[in-house]
């Protein structure tokens, strides 16, 4: 799905930035440039960079038991 209308990023493409090394907010925007036009899907792209950060981070076999 498309979180930002305006520069067209997806949540698929703030999961990769994460999965590509991204550990913020910000280093999320500067690989997608998300949010850095009207702004209004910054909420929704902050909350998706950290749900993704945090799944990325979790060890492989815990993520099995959530
Ligand atoms: Fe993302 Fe406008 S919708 S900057």
Redesign the pocket.
């Known amino acids: 799905m498309y979180?930002?209308?305006?520069?067209g990023?997806s949540d698929r493409a703030i999961r990769e930035a994460v999965s590509d090394g991204a550990r913020s907010w910000r280093e999320v925007r500067e690989r997608t440039e998300?949010?850095?036009?009207?702004?209004?899907?910054?909420c929704m792209?902050k909350t998706l960079t950290r749900e993704a950060i945090a799944e990325d981070m979790m060890p492989a076999d815990l993520a099995y038991a959530v």
């Open positions: 979180v930002c209308l305006c520069k990023v998300c949010a850095t036009q009207c702004g209004k899907c910054a792209a």
